[in-house]
């Protein structure tokens, strides 16, 4: 069977759908399209320039006095009016939104301003003075446990913030009777399917209720409500929460705009303004939220012919600088079906969360799903390659047995549904994998890099509330009582004319819910389509919701879809009572078609549906005794399946699992290394398919980001936590011209645990694709070590091993002394002018010739007669910043020498560094000798050395000639002026 | 270019949507936030501000253009195009904004306007567009929800209807 039949003339069908007019024509309406109050006011963020530092001071007065700017907040002021936002593990650490006394990542919030314009309010973040002591970062996970690690949380006093170990079946015994023993060690990237919207947030606060107003582009789960509520100090009734009707993507993303909830709320509070906030792309990408990257050591004990007895995870899980709510969900979603497609009775997990100075992370479309299914099926392909067998054979031969649904995995999950070998056959069938096979024997015969790979993965979708407790020991489980469930809610409402309103707190970001809700709806009642309209926008003060509300876990088609159906269906019962008597009846004999109610034995005794659902309204008297009204039904679903963790741990953390089964053909140009997708067959059982079209074009959706993530995405970060993928241009999203066309198969096994038979479909790909093209790159090289993404500069290495040193030498190399990932500069030069040792030594400590000669320099300050602060903007390559430089002289012997050391900060980067200057007295003037050493870290150290170098060889040529010109004429700069010396001129220290 | 003033607003007159215009706006004021925040046209969407994701694509003198990369101040004069004028008739849409929907060739819709602005000068200036061109075209575009392919097929659709319509006996 390929597809299910349709029945009722709707579902199943892919009709047009609703939401595309308004978007077509520009009429969408996203949270900045939103009117506004006339007195709303903007709000800009200052952030972390360091991936790790204290704040010893912040200095807003310059930026306060700026015209139309109503407010600046720092940490401390938030803290004043907010509580630390929850943590989900037992553990003595703190998550606030903004930083307070330490910054941990780069774009973590340091200051907040408010103005009568973004424009104005930015420029306001240029005179907020911050003093950082900058502290050493830690970005790698494993490095992060080591004894000597930088901590990030004193009070935690480790960045292990959780540890876990699990054991289901007797894995011991299974590993010890094994044949063979083969294990796999992954490092799986941080990468975000970020949304081409970023987030927006419009709040407003009643002093007279203490009562927040706050419209985001939020997606929920709405148990984020609560963290919001608890945050700001209020009960969840004082904290109104609303959608925009329209949201331009999320992806998950978007459930991490609520930290931004917290910052405008009360940044609302403090201006006695609505606050709106729309947050920037450099934001977005360096600040907002990432999917975790994890260190995974997995193990498998496997039979003589390929049986896979037992595993064991050993898993490293990254959460970035805190844990913030709901992590660590994204180690957890998995947790019932860590045994993927597979049979496998005995496992030992052993997880374990550490933060870094990297932004938290969160829900990210697959949530946790490519990070196992990474390590599994690339396992399983090793299992082929050790044990010399096909690993397709491995696959098959452990897939869970059609006769074995519902299947209870090892860890506690339940799979529904499913006929995973036939699903399999049937892919490799029609996706012609014979053909395959031959063209990559072809391309191998004639020299050519080619590879196939797979995957078989379930897809979880319909998350337990409860899985989350997982992390805590059941004795902690036990006190804190149970969780679990998943309450979906969909209210249908008729009104006094016969027309159909169906409300859901199902959160759309353009998956086309309000289509399919009129679907379903419209059939159960005998309408046409356009007699059901919808509504998606939530407001958690009006409407039906709960915990589990949202749109993630893709819930949408198996739960709300499912409560939408059954709401619609309690009200048809009441409508057929009704009508039954008007038509002299039963009412099981009364049938909804075309928009009307009749008799189905006598289809010519009918009743238009208006008149049967206006008694409600019009007549209530009339209505059959016991008969409750038809106005509006909600109904909350909950399925019984999802059942809070077991004593022993067991737990079934999603209601429903997909399957999938991809395979892909791949070419490696040997030249470039540049990967080519040749060919991609996905086949997915998403139980019934609601809606063909959209089915399609989730998988699509989700195989392009998985693309992306497999060959170009990358959340890069400098061993000095500096964020090196701001921009769409480093952070590279594949377009047209990289995405390829799949080849989409499906098998529909309803589920028998959804009212519609529906499972999720919306993220397997993102779980399956990674791993399929990963393992068709390892067949065609033969590397075991696959790191994603699959660059053509990694891809490289593994061909020709790392690159060779070029046959003429380059530029001298810097010594690095400094913090690993800070790019190192030392050097010394010299310089002739003509003046006076005496002149040029007043000169270099008067600030208004330093402002006359240093480039770029709008103010230099003296704060004493040893410090002096530096406003400057210099361009390097493309990036054109804005650099603040706090310099301190010691050692001084005047006038001979002195000894500079300092900092600069800007949005781009910063540097630190130190250097000594000598003058000696010449014939014709003064000999100036530099010797400096200097770090650079931040974007601009990304922009690659020989730039940097180029940028400040012509700075500080400029100084020089300004010197030379002010000290009266005299000799250019010296051709080989001090190299590190140029450094500090570029970054404006040089006083 | 008369000098001006980077602290005050300068008129802006150029015509908008085949209508002229006198907006206000600072030197520094983007044509995107212009049209969204002074004006009140929000169809055009801002997804980067920096040019790469196209979403604010608009057409200024029949060109497309990057509302994001241009000043408010650059369109003096000039004749802007926005998503909002695309099909004439508010209550229809046009033959290509018809496809998209038929083909569902947008998801969230957020970098849909873009792509339609910049797809209708293709489709205007190269009717004979085949799928190698159309997929270059829409190579400077973004689009994170739909995989691209839909987006193709509506364009080839939008591109085949157009060459019918202008050779009925064809």
Same mark, same amino acid.
Request: charged share 20%.
């Given at each position: 069977?390929?597809?299910?039949?349709?029945?009722?003339?709707?579902?199943?069908?892919?009709?047009?759908?609703?939401?595309?007019?308004?978007?077509?024509?520009?009429?969408?309406?996203?949270?900045d #399209?939103?009117?506004?109050?006339?007195? $709303?006011?903007?709000?800009?963020?200052?952030?972390?320039?360091?991936?790790?530092?204290?704040?010893?001071?912040?200095?807003?007065?310059a930026?306060?006095?700026?015209?139309?700017v109503? *407010?600046?907040?720092?940490?401390?002021?938030?803290?004043?009016?907010?509580?630390?936002?929850?943590?989900?593990? !037992?553990?003595?650490?703190?998550?606030?939104?903004?930083?307070? #006394?330490?910054?941990?990542?780069?774009?973590?919030?340091?200051?907040?301003? &408010?103005?009568?314009?973004?424009?104005?309010?930015?420029? *306001?973040?240029?005179?907020?003075?911050?003093?950082?002591? @900058?502290?050493?970062?830690?970005?790698?996970?494993?490095?992060?446990?080591?004894?000597?690690a930088? /901590?990030l949380?004193?009070?935690?006093?480790?960045?292990?913030?959780?540890?876990?170990?699990?054991?289901?079946g007797?894995?011991?015994?299974?590993f010890?009777?094994?044949?063979?023993?083969?294990?796999?060690?992954?490092?799986?990237?941080?990468?975000?399917?970020?949304?081409?919207?970023?987030?927006?947030?419009? *709040?407003?606060?009643?002093?007279?209720?203490?009562?927040?107003?706050?419209?985001?582009?939020?997606?929920?789960?709405?148990?984020?409500?609560?963290?919001?509520?608890? *945050?700001?100090?209020?009960?969840?009734?004082?904290?109104?929460?609303?959608?925009?009707?329209?949201?331009?993507?999320?992806?998950?993303?978007?459930?991490?705009?609520?930290?931004?909830?917290?910052?405008?709320?009360?940044?609302?509070?403090?201006?006695?303004?609505?606050?709106?906030?729309?947050?920037?792309?450099?934001?977005?990408?360096?600040?907002?939220?990432s999917?975790?990257?994890?260190? $995974?050591?997995?193990?498998?004990?496997?039979?003589?012919?390929?049986?896979?007895?037992?595993?064991?995870?050993?898993?490293?899980?990254?959460?970035?600088?805190?844990?913030?709510?709901?992590?660590?969900?994204?180690?957890?979603?998995?947790?019932?079906?860590?045994?993927?497609?597979?049979?496998?009775?005995?496992?030992?997990?052993?997880?374990?969360?550490?933060?870094?100075?990297?932004?938290?992370? +969160? %829900?990210?479309?697959?949530?946790?799903?490519?990070q196992?299914?990474?390590? %599994?099926?690339?396992l399983?392909h090793?299992i082929?390659?050790?044990?010399?067998?096909?690993?397709?054979?491995?696959?098959?031969?452990?897939?869970?047995?059609?006769?074995?649904?519902?299947?209870?995995?090892?860890?506690?999950?339940?799979?529904?549904?499913?006929?995973?070998?036939?699903?399999?056959?049937?892919?490799?069938?029609?996706?012609?994998?014979?053909?395959?096979?031959?063209?990559?024997?072809?391309?191998?015969a004639?020299?050519?890099l080619?590879?196939?790979?797979?995957?078989? &993965?379930?897809?979880?979708?319909?998350?337990?509330? +409860?899985?989350?407790?997982?992390?805590?020991?059941?004795?902690?489980?036990?006190?804190?009582?149970?969780?679990?469930?998943?309450?979906?809610?969909a209210?249908?409402?008729?009104?006094?004319?016969?027309?159909?309103?169906? !409300?859901?707190?199902?959160?759309?970001?353009?998956?086309?819910?309000?289509?399919? %809700?009129?679907? /379903?709806?419209?059939?159960?009642?005998?309408?046409?389509?356009?007699?059901?309209r919808?509504?998606?926008?939530?407001?958690?003060?009006?409407?039906?919701?709960?915990?589990? =509300?949202?749109?993630?876990?893709?819930?949408?088609?198996?739960?709300?879809?499912?409560?939408?159906?059954?709401?619609?269906?309690?009200?048809?019962?009441?409508?057929?009572?009704?009508?039954?008597?008007?038509?002299?009846?039963?009412?099981?004999?009364?049938?909804?078609?075309?928009?009307?109610?009749?008799?189905?034995?006598?289809?010519?005794?009918?009743?238009?549906?208006?008149?049967?659902?206006?008694?409600?309204?019009?007549?209530?008297?009339?209505?059959?005794?016991?008969?409750?009204?038809?106005?509006?039904?909600? &109904?909350?679903?909950?399925?019984?399946?999802?059942?809070?963790?077991?004593?022993?741990?067991?737990?079934?953390?999603?209601?429903?699992?997909?399957?999938?089964?991809?395979?892909?053909?791949?070419?490696?140009?040997?030249?470039?290394?540049?990967?080519?997708?040749?060919?991609?067959?996905?086949?997915?059982?998403?139980?019934?398919?609601?809606?063909?079209?959209?089915?399609?074009?989730?998988?699509?959706?989700?195989?392009?980001?998985?693309?992306?993530?497999?060959?170009?995405?990358?959340?890069?970060?400098?061993?000095?936590?500096?964020?090196?993928?701001?921009t769409?241009?480093?952070?590279?999203?594949?377009?047209?011209?990289?995405?390829?066309?799949?080849?989409?198969?499906?098998?529909?096994?309803?589920?028998?645990?959804t009212?519609?038979?529906? !499972?999720?479909?919306?993220?397997?790909?993102?779980?399956s694709?990674?791993?399929?093209?990963?393992?068709?790159?390892?067949?065609?090289?033969?590397?075991?070590?696959?790191?994603?993404?699959?660059?053509?500069?990694?891809?490289?290495?593994?061909?020709?091993?790392?690159?060779?040193?070029?046959? !003429?030498?380059? #530029?001298? @190399?810097?010594?690095? @002394?400094?913090?690993?990932?800070?790019?190192?500069?030392?050097?010394?030069?010299?310089?002739?002018?003509?003046?006076?040792?005496?002149?040029?030594?007043?000169?270099?400590?008067?600030?208004?010739?330093?402002k006359?000669?240093?480039?770029?320099?709008?103010?230099?300050?003296?704060?004493?007669?040893?410090h002096?602060?530096?406003?400057?903007? %210099?361009?390097?390559?493309?990036?054109?910043?804005?650099?603040?430089?706090?310099?301190?002289?010691?050692?001084?012997?005047?006038?001979?020498?002195?000894?500079?050391?300092?900092?600069?900060?800007?949005?781009?980067?910063?540097g630190?560094?130190?250097?000594?200057?000598?003058?000696?007295?010449?014939?014709?003037?003064?000999?100036?000798?530099?010797?400096?050493?200097?770090?650079?870290g931040?974007?601009?150290?990304? &922009?690659?050395?020989?730039?940097? #170098?180029?940028?400040?060889r012509?700075v500080?040529?400029?100084?020089?000639?300004?010197?030379?010109?002010?000290?009266?004429?005299?000799?250019?700069? =010296?051709?080989?002026?001090?190299?590190?010396?140029?450094?500090?001129?570029?970054?404006?220290?040089?006083? | 270019?008369?000098?001006?003033?980077?602290?005050?607003?300068?008129?802006?007159?150029?015509?908008?949507?085949?209508?002229?215009?006198?907006?206000?706006?600072?030197?520094?004021?983007?044509?995107?936030?212009?049209?969204?925040?002074?004006?009140?046209?929000?169809?055009?969407?801002?997804?980067?501000?920096?040019?790469?994701?196209?979403?604010?694509?608009?057409?200024?003198?029949?060109?497309?253009?990057?509302?994001?990369?241009?000043?408010?101040?650059?369109?003096?004069?000039?004749?802007?195009?926005?998503?909002?004028?695309?099909?004439?008739?508010?209550?229809?849409?046009?033959?290509?904004?018809?496809?998209?929907?038929?083909?569902?060739?947008?998801?969230?819709?957020?970098?849909?306007?873009?792509?339609?602005?910049?797809?209708?000068?293709?489709?205007?200036?190269?009717p004979?567009?085949?799928?190698?061109?159309?997929?270059?075209?829409?190579?400077?575009?973004?689009?994170?929800?739909?995989?691209?392919?839909?987006?193709?097929?509506?364009?080839?659709?939008?591109a085949?209807?157009?060459?019918?319509?202008?050779?009925?006996?064809?």
């Amino acid at each position: 069977m390929t597809r299910l039949e349709t029945t009722g003339g709707l579902i199943g069908r892919t009709v047009e759908r609703v939401e595309d007019a308004g978007l077509l024509t520009g009429r969408g309406r996203y949270i900045d #399209d939103l009117p506004v109050r006339r007195d $709303t006011a903007h709000l800009a963020i200052l952030r972390s320039p360091h991936g790790h530092a204290g704040i010893s001071a912040i200095n807003t007065h310059a930026a306060r006095a700026l015209p139309g700017v109503i *407010a600046v907040m720092t940490g401390a002021d938030v803290a004043r009016l907010t509580r630390s936002m929850t943590v989900g593990v !037992k553990a003595n650490v703190e998550c606030w939104p903004i930083a307070r #006394d330490r910054v941990r990542y780069v774009g973590e919030p340091v200051a907040l301003v &408010v103005a009568e314009n973004r424009y104005v309010a930015e420029d *306001a973040l240029d005179l907020i003075e911050v003093d950082y002591e @900058t502290l050493a970062a830690v970005i790698d996970p494993e490095k992060a446990l080591a004894a000597d690690a930088p /901590v990030l949380h004193p009070s935690l006093g480790t960045n292990l913030i959780n540890e876990r170990a699990f054991r289901y079946g007797d894995p011991e015994k299974a590993f010890a009777a094994a044949a063979h023993r083969v294990s796999i060690r992954i490092a799986y990237p941080r990468n975000s399917c970020t949304p081409i919207e970023t987030y927006g947030v419009i *709040a407003e606060y009643d002093p007279g209720e203490d009562a927040y107003d706050v419209t985001a582009n939020f997606q929920g789960p709405f148990s984020i409500h609560a963290v919001i509520s608890r *945050a700001l100090n209020v009960p969840g009734n004082r904290m109104r929460l609303r959608t925009p009707p329209d949201s331009g993507g999320s992806f998950g993303i978007k459930q991490g705009v609520f930290p931004y909830v917290i910052l405008a709320a009360v940044a609302a509070r403090v201006s006695a303004r609505p606050v709106k906030w729309i947050e920037d792309r450099l934001e977005h990408l360096t600040a907002s939220v990432s999917a975790t990257n994890r260190v $995974t050591t997995l193990e498998a004990a496997v039979t003589a012919d390929g049986r896979i007895t037992a595993l064991s995870w050993d898993q490293l899980e990254d959460c970035g600088a805190h844990l913030r709510a709901p992590e660590p969900a994204t180690l957890y979603r998995m947790h019932g079906n860590m045994t993927g497609a597979y049979a496998i009775e005995n496992v030992a997990i052993r997880n374990r969360v550490v933060l870094t100075n990297k932004t938290p992370t +969160g %829900l990210n479309r697959g949530f946790g799903g490519p990070q196992i299914y990474f390590a %599994l099926e690339r396992l399983v392909h090793k299992i082929g390659d050790e044990l010399l067998l096909d690993p397709l054979d491995v696959i098959r031969r452990n897939l869970v047995p059609a006769d074995a649904f519902p299947y209870r995995t090892a860890t506690g999950g339940l799979l529904d549904s499913g006929d995973y070998r036939a699903a399999l056959d049937r892919a490799t069938t029609e996706g012609r994998l014979d053909a395959l096979r031959r063209q990559r024997d072809a391309a191998r015969a004639q020299g050519r890099l080619y590879g196939i790979g797979y995957a078989a &993965v379930v897809e979880p979708s319909v998350s337990n509330m +409860g899985y989350i407790t997982t992390v805590l020991t059941p004795e902690e489980r036990a006190k804190a009582g149970p969780k679990n469930g998943a309450q979906a809610v969909a209210t249908v409402a008729i009104d006094p004319l016969g027309s159909v309103t169906v !409300k859901v707190a199902s959160v759309p970001q353009g998956q086309g819910h309000r289509t399919v %809700l009129a679907q /379903v709806v419209a059939e159960r009642l005998g309408l046409a389509m356009d007699k059901v309209r919808v509504n998606t926008e939530l407001d958690t003060e009006r409407d039906a919701w709960s915990i589990a =509300s949202g749109n993630y876990a893709s819930r949408f088609a198996p739960a709300v879809a499912g409560a939408a159906a059954l709401a619609a269906d309690r009200i048809r019962a009441r409508l057929a009572t009704i009508a039954a008597r008007q038509l002299n009846v039963t009412p099981d004999r009364v049938d909804f078609r075309a928009g009307t109610l009749l008799d189905r034995d006598n289809p010519d005794n009918a009743v238009s549906f208006g008149r049967v659902a206006a008694a409600s309204h019009w007549a209530p008297g009339t209505l059959p005794e016991g008969t409750d009204q038809t106005i509006r039904e909600t &109904v909350f679903w909950t399925p019984d399946e999802l059942q809070a963790p077991t004593a022993a741990d067991g737990i079934n953390s999603s209601l429903c699992h997909g399957f999938i089964f991809d395979f892909c053909g791949v070419e490696i140009d040997r030249k470039t290394g540049q990967v080519r997708i040749d060919r991609y067959v996905t086949m997915h059982d998403c139980g019934r398919i609601l809606h063909p079209g959209m089915v399609d074009g989730q998988v699509r959706g989700g195989f392009a980001q998985a693309v992306g993530a497999a060959l170009y995405e990358e959340y890069a970060y400098g061993g000095d936590g500096s964020f090196l993928t701001g921009t769409l241009a480093d952070y590279l999203i594949p377009t047209v011209m990289e995405t390829p066309e799949p080849l989409i198969l499906h098998y529909e096994t309803p589920s028998p645990f959804t009212p519609l038979g529906a !499972k999720g479909v919306g993220e397997g790909n993102c779980m399956s694709t990674p791993v399929c093209i990963a393992n068709a790159v390892a067949d065609a090289l033969g590397v075991e070590d696959i790191r994603l993404p699959l660059s053509p500069s990694r891809v490289s290495e593994w061909l020709y091993g790392e690159e060779r040193p070029p046959s !003429k030498p380059l #530029d001298q @190399t810097p010594v690095a @002394t400094g913090a690993s990932g800070e790019r190192m500069l030392t050097g010394s030069g010299s310089a002739e002018v003509t003046a006076t040792r005496e002149s040029v030594w007043a000169m270099l400590l008067d600030p208004n010739t330093l402002k006359a000669i240093i480039p770029g320099a709008h103010e230099v300050r003296k704060v004493s007669d040893t410090h002096f602060r530096a406003e400057v903007t %210099l361009g390097i390559g493309p990036v054109k910043g804005r650099y603040r430089a706090d310099i301190r002289l010691s050692d001084m012997v005047e006038p001979e020498t002195v000894t500079l050391s300092g900092g600069t900060e800007g949005a781009l980067g910063s540097g630190r560094g130190t250097g000594r200057v000598t003058l000696t007295e010449t014939t014709t003037g003064t000999r100036i000798d530099y010797r400096y050493e200097a770090a650079i870290g931040g974007k601009v150290a990304s &922009v690659g050395g020989r730039l940097l #170098d180029g940028a400040a060889r012509v700075v500080i040529g400029q100084f020089f000639q300004a010197l030379a010109r002010h000290a009266g004429g005299g000799a250019p700069p =010296s051709a080989a002026a001090g190299f590190i010396q140029r450094l500090l001129h570029l970054f404006g220290r040089h006083r | 270019m008369p000098r001006m003033n980077a602290a005050r607003k300068h008129p802006v007159d150029f015509t908008l949507n085949g209508r002229t215009v006198r907006a206000e706006a600072e030197n520094r004021m983007l044509l995107s936030d212009l049209l969204r925040h002074e004006i009140g046209l929000t169809g055009t969407h801002v997804g980067c501000e920096h040019g790469v994701c196209g979403a604010c694509t608009v057409q200024i003198d029949g060109r497309p253009a990057r509302a994001c990369l241009t000043l408010a101040q650059q369109v003096r004069g000039g004749d802007v195009r926005t998503v909002e004028a695309l099909s004439r008739d508010p209550a229809e849409l046009s033959p290509l904004q018809a496809a998209f929907r038929r083909h569902h060739g947008l998801q969230c819709g957020f970098c849909t306007p873009g792509i339609l602005m910049s797809l209708d000068v293709l489709l205007r200036e190269r009717p004979d567009a085949g799928r190698e061109d159309i997929r270059e075209h829409l190579s400077g575009h973004l689009c994170r929800c739909t995989g691209y392919a839909t987006i193709v097929e509506a364009a080839l659709a939008a591109a085949e209807e157009q060459r019918k319509e202008e050779k009925p006996n064809v």
